[in-house]
């Protein structure tokens, strides 16, 4: 039995409450189990340097956490005046995973900003943000696409994230909480689309190592936690949910 | 008549939020009209460098706003590498307003942090952030207390704060929103305490200028809304309302 | 009696001296008691991005102290490698109380640097900073004027600062030395124009509060300080004093 | 047929000269074809603040190019005054890999720093990295092994690195070089223990994804080039080789 | 003829007023002909880390300039954030230079600041800066003779700097001004003691050389310059200028 | 007799390998005894923007250590978030030597920037640094030279450095290692042409002095080490060597 009675397979609840804040053009309030995480998306009118002039979008994900999100109160990078490894790690993942379903011809010179504020932090916090990130994302472009701003609508696949760990004594479990994600000697985040495909495999040994045949559990469970997320991002998103993947061009 | 349709002298809908999250010893959410701000206190059991020693307390104040808590993104800080010229100076503002209305002798070797985290905006945010840590800061030091680790309750007076300002073809008003504050003549903060005492006055003319009359009438407009903030505390308060400013020590 | 044998209403010494550098478009050394600052304004042919193409002039100031203005050293903020926020506050004030005075549309697309450096510290740098400043600014204007590259006189008003504050035992005092302005409960900056209007109004209790009746003798006290600066700021701008406020066009 | 002649399934040539450098502890010169990694390792006597008085020792990594290991000159990381996420991510991988296969309970309260300075860059060299700090890190511990510093040697399990990918045209290849790696659609690193088993394993979809059928054909790839390295570390590291895994106390 | 009519061996009018500022144990303002700079030098009761426990004294020099100190206004190194490379090399050159000619051993675990801030530039800031900073840093420590807290007066030397230079159509001159230096080929600057030891001698060719004809000439000139500057220190320290290079113990 | 049993005027073992690594135009491994520098020339389209426009060349240089390089592990400059004053001296002074004999308008509007990384040092990196860094710049203009690019070959003269110093009971010595270097009373950097000019003489007494007579010394211990090194130089720049002072066109 698992610290908080959830079964091994047994996803965290899970909520995503879309059109949370009213300035940014999608604004998320994705919750699971404990861990909060505000996900905004902001269209921006221009493209890093390395891809001007060449027709094509980008997205980018900033990541943070509130001092109090945690425990115990953790320092501002702001106010240390620099960004952490691990939020550059993070915040370098949830990008590279977004565009991954994102056709980024169809969305042209624009940069969509994703970001990602945990306010409450108990565990996934990574996941959680690159699973509100995208439907976040989605109802951004999908302003876009109702202002005929785009020639198709540009999000290719649904995406979602969880993480899957070994954990002494009950072995394989979806869905770590903090309790469980500190004492676990494997920790892997999957990042998967609709399709079944794999983004992001990120599998650790915490000191530890794992074999082949832990790996393919590990996977098989994330396969059924990730099912079930693309479910709530499908009730959250509504009508847009169903031009995902759709090839019609809205300006024939 | 105001943009939003309010009276010169009308508040906008003001709520506070208590044990908004889990995680810190006091928490808060105020929503003053669409101004969001988070407010979390933390206890830590030392202080600053310049008070070790003395047996005295410490109240310190982090302020920091969403990227997409405004109407077009703004950069991090932390990706900045540094915390701005107005960040700084509202931090201070708010830490020295609620050191005026704590006894820090009583507090002991401590430094309770309040993080003000704005995550939607629409003016004001400064007042607002003073007016929710005010309960944050409370709930907090009302922790300390119920496990006696506090003498008397170092809490002396209520605090609050709101912006008053002058607006062309309206002239006096009270609590301006975003629109307002953008096109206001004078502006000015008024952090007061439930005794009708000023803690902090800050009357700037922007690109403009403000006579004696006008401030009278500025200070008139102010009183009326901190009385109404300060039954929003109290509510929100409950019974830790009535400890402020009581003299009993608890551990006779 | 005061501490250094002034009378309550008395402002200490006060000398202006122009032409203090050879470099700048204006230099001034003022000096307030032991308070020492230099003023330097300096015209550049641009403005901020943010006021490019509106065919406006900006105003902004810069302060700092030299590490032994002060009775111990202080910390160079460039090998710090970052400005406090006491230096961020006052230099934003700087900048705002400066650019009331002026006309911006009459200076055209050009910036006014004006650096204030104290050079020696005895109570109410920023205050001094903003009367010597005035004078800089005023000089160098009246250098671009004389080159016909204004149509008029873009200063509308004589411009001053002084600091009132409460002390125990002696009440309400005018223009603060350091000594006074560490025991002050109350503390008070005052910027007025020769109108008699207000720009800047920053009162605060330092851990106290102050009343009404406290505020208004508090003013009282500061508009007999702000007149005799004036006329002082007067006499060390000869000829140009004339000139502010005045609206003959020159390219006629 | 691959781009520099090599068969899926054929490493590039890979060496390690040991005693590299003059100073320190552990120093090794890893190539892997033209890749140059400089690994070196430093034994410190004290830990981080989060395990001093654990009786624990820790391992950290630090990663670094030359500006011109690569094709067109790279800014330093000195001058630009920050990491870069890129390094960070590195790093930490680095040294979270040499962790799992050392026990840290026997090194005591030290650290050992290793040090990856990549002189030329031509793919793979996080990889590369993590193959020669291997045997930098061994080296440095058979010194204190040696000097009796130790109640028997730490290092349980060899470890080495390598990339694997899937390349349009070719399919699934071991070990790219810089050309294929910057026209993979799938990039998986993989850390492995001597064991077999897994210590980090990272895929990820370059704006694109894989399905299970790939992952375990990567996998398989990256076991036939993990195992030659072992060899090659295991010549490298002669009779030292020997010690790891071993379980004898030198003490007794 | 040189640009401001000197002869060749001639040196600008230099004056060193004592006593300049009120807070620091010496300060001083020297000026060379327009370049002015205030040396300010502090005693703080305790060495860098790593001196500590060796029972010696440090000195270590800053520099910086005002803003305006030049023709154009340059940014602060505060507001940039770091130290310029120019301003590093100077301030090392002060600190190295001052240390030569003081008994450290004398001075006891104390470290004796020395600021330079250049108020006006027109070429030579560093010599006047090391000319000053001397007669600065012997009246902090002849503070501390009296007080009886030195053996004996730890100065052992007078020292001196200037610059010396080739001018086109002018050959070898003395003490360059702005204008000068700009368009010299060679430029050197000498740091000399009272015994005609060399203490620093830094000669460059700008984009140009010289030849051993040559240094031998400039120093010929240096030597001129520096006698005279002795002599203008001497008269500045009056007394204390006596007990420069005596041996005498003072606690016998 | 010396520490490693060289005669006082014995350069130590010098060879400079060319082509030392794939990627840079110029690249070379120089190592002076223990001193290993490895100097890489990069050929960039453009000058820094105080010289856009004038039809000139720009050479700058930049310096770096390995953290082992010395006995000691010395961190990282980039986990610093700064450069050292140290090190910008050092680069300040290898960019200002390779100007010296680089004709700037034959070169045309680019940058060679000369990256010089010690991999392990034993005093004397800085002058091996500039004699390495002259190979490597030499290599990457031939490049330039005979790709038709430039009117005639930019080099006029060899550049090669050294070091001198006086150590106690042994007096003058040649190119002093890192043991020697510590021990020191002067020390003396000489940057020389092969016409016998002096680029830079940078002599600093270490809490020491040095007469005239010393001086001379100096130098002429400095000429035989120059000579010497400008031998090695020519031997490793093969054909390239005789192009250097030569005055023909090319494009004729």
Redesign the interface.
Known sequence: MRFDGREPKQLRNVTIETNY????EG?VLITVG?TKV?C?A?I?DRVPPFLRGQGKGWITA?Y?M????????TQ??????????????I??LIG?AL??VVD?EVIGEKTI?V?C?V??ADGGTRTASITGAFVALTIALGKLYEQKQLAKFPVVEFLAATSVGIVDEIGVVLDLNYVEDSSASVD?NIVQ?S??????????????????KE?LEL?EFGEIGIQQLMDIQRSALGDLASKIGEKGLITE
């Open positions: 804040l009213m300035h940014p604004s404990n505000i905004n902001t921006e900033e943070s509130l001092p109090r999100a945690t425990e115990s109160r501002r990078e702001s106010s240390k005046g620099k960004v952490t490894g691990r939020t550059m790690e915040q370098r590279r565009r991954s980024l900003w970001d504020d306010i409450q892997m689309t399709g079944g495909e794999y983004v992001e495999l990120q599998g650790t040994g915490e000191e530890a190592t794992f074999s082949k790996l996977l």
